[in-house]
């Protein structure tokens, strides 16, 4: 099971619900369409918010902003 979860809320929401169950967070980042993308330390952590968000998953493939190093 993946630890990448793509949802249609804020990442303040996101963030926030996972500080309240207790979920730790690998990475997260904003969308450019909107919504967050969120990667999970644990499987289990991200079957969680998974069924937390069920009604706000974004279903299919999402674009992302390239990664910038400098």
Do not use: Q, W
């Not at 303040?12 to 909107?34: F, H, Q, T």
């Not at 289990?44 to 390239?66: D, H, Q, S, Y």
């Amino acid at each position: 099971m993946s630890r990448a979860i793509n949802i249609s809320l804020s990442e303040a929401v996101v963030s926030a619900r996972c500080e309240k169950d207790g979920v730790r967070i690998s990475a997260i980042e904003v969308l450019p369409s909107g919504g967050t993308h969120l990667v999970c330390v644990t499987s289990e952590g991200a079957e969680e918010m998974r069924t937390a968000f069920a009604k706000n998953l974004i279903a299919g493939k999402v674009k992302r902003f390239p990664f910038y190093r400098s």
